[in-house]
C-alpha cells in the first residue's frame, strides 16, 4: 500500500517526507513479468501528480495555448479553435497508412485499428477530415480483442455523429457545440462504459486522433503513443499510462531501466477498468508534410524514436512506413502484436 501511495502521488498526512524511505526498485524486482499488460487504478480513483505539483495527465500542457478561448472554459463551453488554411496545390491531400500484425509469438490480435478519410471539392469548401485510431486490447484469450473492437467501434460512432456530421451541416462555428478535444473526451467515456458492462475482465488503451484541415486533435488512455514526425525531427505527444513511465517521473528509474523492467506492462489508466475515466487531450498543427504516427507497444517496445524516423524518412508512402516498421518489429522477435498508422498531412 505504502508503495501504490508513493507511486501514484499520494500522502499520508502522519508521515513526514525524512520518513519516506521507500526503495522503490528493491521491492519491484521481486516481482515476475505479466504475460501482458495489468491495470492497477489509483488509490480512490486519484490521478498521478506530476514531480513539479501539478497535475498527472501532462498532455493538456501540451495544447497550443492559441487554440485555447479562457473566456470559453469559464462558462464552461469553449468555441472551436479557428481552423488555418493551407494554400494545396490541385490534388493535394491527406495521405495515410496503416498495418496491424499478429506478430511472432501471440495467437491472435487483440489490437484493432481503424481510419476514416473523407475528403471533398465543392462550394461548400470543407476541410479535409480524419479519424483514426489505434487501440491495444488486454485481458483474457478473447476478452482483449473484444474490448479492443468495441472501443474502435464506440469512438468511430460518437465522433462521426457529432464532428463529422456537424461539419455537413456547418454549424462548426457554433458558439454552444463542446470543443472537439470535449467530443473526443466524451467518446472514450462511452467506451469505458461500453466495455466495462460486455466485457467485465476485459480493457484496451486508445490512442485516436481527429484530423479536420491542419490540426490534429489527439485524445489518449494508456500507453499506445502518437509521434509526430517533422523535418526537425519525432516527438513523443503523448504519455504513457504505465507504472515505469511514473517511476521515471518520480526519478526512481531511468528510461533505459524502464526498458528492461519486470513491471515494464503495468498500466494505471485504461478503458474498462473504472467507472469514471481520466482521459488526455492535446492538439498540434500539422505542418506541410509532416507526419503523424499512432501506434500499439508492439511496435515501440522493439524500434526506437530515431529509428521510426529514419525509415519515415526513407519512404515517401505512408503505408511503405507500416510495411517497413512492423517487418522491423517482427525481425526482432515479434512478441506482441503490432500496429502502427500513420498520417501525412499535404503540402
Known sequence: MKFLRRVFGLTDASRSADDDGIQITQELEAETRPEEPIIE?????????????????????????????????MIGTRPLPRLENVMLQPGQRLTFGQLSDIGMVRTNNQDAILSVHVSSASTDDLPEFGLFIVADGMGGHHDGEKAASITTR?????????????????????????????????????????????????????TLATVIG????IAHVGDSRAYQITDEGIEQI??????????????????????EHPQRNVLYRAIGQ?????????????????????????????????????????????QEVCERLVKLANERGGPDNISVIVIQAPG
Open 274 to 318: 473504472n467507472e469514471t475515466l481520466d482521459v488526455d487531450a492535446i492538439t498540434r498543427r500539422l505542418p506541410p508534410r509532416s507526419r503523424l504516427l499512432l501506434c500499439s507497444d508492439g511496435l515501440w517496445n522493439l524500434v526506437p524514436e530515431e529509428t521510426i524516423r529514419e525509415i519515415s524518412a526513407k519512404h515517401s508512402s505512408p
Open 41 to 73: 487504478a489509483p488509490q480512490d480513483g486519484a490521478a498521478p501528480v506530476a514531480p513539479n505539483g501539478g497535475a498527472g495527465t501532462g498532455a493538456d500542457a501540451d495544447t497550443d495555448p492559441l487554440l485555447e478561448d479562457s473566456l470559453g472554459m
Open 238 to 259: 503523448t504519455r504513457d499510462h504505465s507504472l515505469v513511465q511514473r517511476l521515471i517521473e518520480l526519478d526512481q528509474l531511468t528510461p533505459e531501466e524502464a526498458a
Open 214 to 217: 491542419d490540426l490534429a486533435y
Open 154 to 206: 464506440i469512438v468511430t460512432q460518437h465522433v462521426m455523429g457529432e464532428i463529422f456530421m456537424t461539419m455537413l451541416e456547418q454549424k462548426m462555428d457554433d458558439p454552444d457545440r463542446p470543443a472537439i478535444t470535449e467530443v473526443l473526451r466524451e467518446a472514450l467515456q462511452r467506451a469505458n462504459r461500453a466495455v466495462s458492462e460486455q466485457i467485465p475482465e476485459g480493457g484496451t488503451t486508445a
